[in-house]
């Protein structure tokens, strides 16, 4: 009877190594592929942000490198709108034209652009014509307006301007309530007096608002309207629109 007893005893033993066994495998096995599971599902935002795509995320600016970074994740692109007067026109060698080219060149398919001018029209034709409502549509991630001072200067004076500007800019906010606006001038007229003064004061009004202003005047080093602007001074000279282009082709691609 011992003899039996014993040997069940074993025969128990047995079976609680051999089930412990089993159950330690089954363990581990489940651990390793929810383990396995979690990697794959993470593989896809690996793939789609490759180191390289990081090196081009940071030659933005600041202000633009999350918004750039989750476009990459989910692989889609950022609408650029450029909106103004006749002088943001996209023609042969314009700086539109020259700026859109190199942040392609420069990103790829990040950035779809697009350029809308309107011709002889001041901000209260744009608004009461409601001609800024295809920007609206588009609800863009990010809006370069050129303000159209240069056409409101002697017209619609300065404070009119900004008004028109802020509703233009409101409704595009309730489209897109995260777009990154840039507020720029039309070209500088070093012979002009008083529309380089209205150009001062709409910048300070962007200052105290907390909006960006790219015054790219800075970059037009000579002050030679000869050099920059056609004899009418109706329009930037090759010089002239390179100059333009290139102050915003350095700021948005940071080397």
């Excluded at 014993?6 to 033993?13: K, N, S």
């Excluded at 490759?50 to 750039?68: G, R």
Aim: with cysteine.
């Amino acid at each position: 009877m011992q003899k039996l007893l014993a040997a069940l005893c074993c025969i128990a033993m047995v079976g609680v190594i051999v089930l412990g066994e089993y159950y330690w495998n089954n363990n581990i096995t489940n651990h390793a592929e929810a383990n396995s599971i979690t990697q794959n599902e993470e593989e896809p935002y690996d793939e789609a942000v490759t180191q390289e795509s990081y090196d081009i995320i940071y030659t933005l600016p600041v202000e633009l490198q999350d918004k750039a970074k989750e476009a990459i994740q989910n692989n889609e692109t950022l609408k650029v709108v450029i909106y103004g007067s006749e002088d943001v026109a996209l023609e042969d060698g314009s700086w539109t034209d020259l700026l859109e080219n190199k942040l392609s060149e420069a990103y790829g398919d990040l950035f779809d652009v697009h350029v809308f001018s309107e011709e002889e029209k001041t901000t209260t034709d744009v608004v009461q014509e409601g001609l800024y409502e295809k920007v609206v549509d588009l609800a863009p991630d990010i809006l370069l307006l050129e303000a159209f001072l240069l056409k409101d200067n002697g017209i619609v004076g300065v404070d009119n301007t900004i008004a028109n500007i802020e509703t233009i800019v409101e409704e595009v906010r309730d489209a897109q309530p995260e777009v990154t606006v840039y507020f720029l001038p039309s070209y500088p007229i070093f012979t002009a007096t008083y529309y380089p003064r209205d150009v001062e004061a709409f910048e300070n009004y962007a200052h105290e608002q907390n909006e960006r202003f790219l015054n790219h005047w800075e970059a037009w080093t000579e002050q030679d309207d000869a050099l920059y602007l056609e004899e009418e001074k109706d329009r930037p000279t090759k010089v002239g629109h390179q100059v333009w282009a290139k102050y915003f082709i350095d700021y948005f691609i940071q080397e």
